[in-house]
């Protein structure tokens, strides 16, 4: 099930699991947060609420699937049950030997490696050889300095494949045999993290992974198998977009794919592979046509100290990408986030209004390895904005941008970094927009605080613990530097970046000068979500960016 807990536009899922039949009847709960607990039948308190989530379908027993449950207490231990989908009975088959635990198991459906942290935030994985034996640790983030990952078993289930991450670059994936404990590479790509996960036809074994690069590319353990053949037969076939298998028959002849570009958000098709037919079923929005959008390219360039960055460039469609008005965009997170090349509504709008959008991912960013990550702990306003900020100047030393039509606008992290970006450099942009932002550090840091452990934990280790250095850091603390207009929206039900930081940095705009406009909707959320607070947003931000850069308003 899935409701909006204040994640920016999306719901998220909140752990209750329900069942339906395929033909769509006889739905039901099979686990709600607050049921009764059907393996020592007591009935959970509000205090003891906790979740499920599946993980493991169990493809060859109909009647049962493993879930893993976890109470959302300050130091909640997880452990494993195999539940009945017609009933909901659940009887415990594992627990976990660390806190929030996520688990791995093998082709029969026996939980093999359980990985999590305490309080500490240090992750750990534990592997065991069957149903009954002790747990092992594998791999210890405070003695190896990195974080391991179990993907699934080999058909064999005595190999393993880990991804792991490197003191320097991406994460590569290896193959561990579990008697002998011996690691064999298989795959590493220069520059980037695996995306996702390929799996064979039965879903559990692990055959390759997918990579964001200037593409979602794919590569296989084995080139020559049969299903990485497919893959490139497929991809010669759709040669412009990006495919991925969704799903298959078991015996491999039908296949769901989903292609998607920069241009295009997404369609499905079905795929025989024995003629090479592929039948369109649905488009994710097809009112969008790919021929009209504009092109998205991947780029790179130096920071200052060094260290190379690489994001997106998105011209105007029919443009020479010279001299254009341009939008800097940060992304939300900050930390594992990152831009991606693919379709983005807001992206392809600020480019049909005649903007080119740089979307940089900054230090902090994930996709580029740990130490690339965590080069950007405690560097909000620091490292993290240079970043941005050499970006915007490099896309004017390219000729790109027209260096007097510049504007900052970001949701989020990036309403933080947007104008944070106009206090630390007030004569490179001529505009910024604060989307749902967080303004003011040391009210989100001590808000992060009131929360679980673990949570003040992540607070002191990526935002800092110092109240002083974190106020010299908020642009609402710094307003007078701020000389561009801004415009400020958010909602009133975020419970990430409550409105009291827009009131804060909008009294804080007004008592400095500065012509600040502002959108407020009591209704909403971390994102506008419900017609019609996007609609107006959205018109709100052309007609905005449109007096101050010069580009189209809304029609």
């Not at 419900?530 to 189209?552: I, Q, S």
Request: glycine fraction near 10%.
């Amino acid at each position: 099930m899935d409701e909006r807990y204040s994640a920016l536009g999306r719901p998220s899922p909140t752990g209750e699991l329900h069942a339906i039949n395929a033909d769509g009847s006889g739905g039901r709960t099979l686990m709600g947060h607050y049921d009764r607990d059907s393996v020592n039948g007591t009935t959970y308190k509000f205090s003891d609420f906790f979740a499920g989530f599946l993980e493991d379908d169990l493809p060859h027993d109909d009647d049962n699937v493993l879930i893993s449950v976890q109470a959302f207490s300050n130091d909640p231990s997880t452990r494993i049950d195999k539940m009945n989908v017609r009933t909901g009975r659940r009887a415990t088959v594992a627990t976990a030997p660390v806190r929030r635990a996520r688990f791995t198991t093998d082709n029969k459906g026996e939980v093999r490696f359980a990985r999590g942290s305490g309080n500490d935030l240090v992750s750990k994985l534990y592997y065991r050889d069957a149903r009954g034996s002790e747990w092992r640790l594998v791999n210890d983030e405070d003695v190896s300095h990195r974080v391991e990952l179990a993907l699934g078993f080999a058909a064999d289930d005595r190999t393993a494949y880990l991804q792991v991450e490197q003191a320097q670059g991406p994460d590569v994936i290896v193959a561990m045999d579990t008697v002998t404990g011996q690691r064999t590479e298989l795959l590493r790509d220069e520059t980037v993290s695996p995306y996702s996960i390929i799996y064979d036809a039965s879903g559990n074994v692990p055959v390759g992974a997918t990579y964001m690069k200037d593409r979602l590319v794919s590569r296989y353990f084995d080139e020559r198998s049969a299903q990485a053949r497919t893959q490139r037969m497929v991809e010669k076939a759709m040669p412009d977009v990006s495919v991925r298998v969704l799903s298959g028959t078991r015996d491999g002849k039908l296949l769901l794919l989903m292609a998607t570009s920069d241009r295009n958000p997404g369609d499905f098709f079905l795929f025989k592979t024995d003629t090479r037919e592929a039948n369109l079923i649905f488009s994710r929005a097809d009112w969008f046509d790919p021929a009209r959008m504009a092109p998205v390219r991947n780029v790179s360039l130096p920071a200052r100290d060094g260290l190379t960055l690489h994001g997106y460039l998105t011209v105007p469609a029919g443009s020479d990408g010279k001299g254009l008005p341009m939008v800097v965009l940060p992304h939300g997170g900050p930390f594992g986030m990152f831009d991606e090349w693919a379709f983005d509504r807001d992206t392809q709008m600020l480019a049909a209004a005649g903007y080119a959008v740089l979307q940089v991912n900054f230090r902090g960013s994930g996709n580029y390895g740990r130490a690339f990550e965590q080069a950007g702990a405690r560097q909000w306003g620091g490292t993290m904005q240079d970043d941005l900020t050499d970006a915007t100047r490099w896309a004017i030393a390219q000729g790109i941008a027209d260096r007097e039509r510049i504007c900052i606008y970001g949701a989020s992290y990036g309403g933080y970094a947007a104008l944070m970006g106009a206090a630390r450099e007030p004569a490179l942009y001529r505009c910024a927009v604060g989307y749902v932002g967080v303004y003011d550090l040391p009210m989100r840091r001590d808000d992060l605080r009131d929360g679980a452990r673990w949570m003040g934990t992540y607070a002191n280790e990526w935002m800092g613990d110092s109240d002083e250095a974190l106020a010299l850091l908020s642009p609402n603390r710094i307003a007078d530097r701020i000389k561009a207009p801004v415009f400020l929206a958010a909602g009133g039900k975020d419970e990430i970046a409550p409105l009291a930081h827009s009131h804060k940095m909008e009294k804080a705009l007004k008592a400095a000068g500065t012509p600040v406009e502002t959108l407020y909707f009591p209704t909403e959320g971390h994102g506008f979500y419900t017609a019609p607070p996007p609609r107006e947003f959205y018109t709100r931000l052309l007609d905005f960016l449109g007096r101050h850069l010069g580009g189209k308003t809304a029609g």
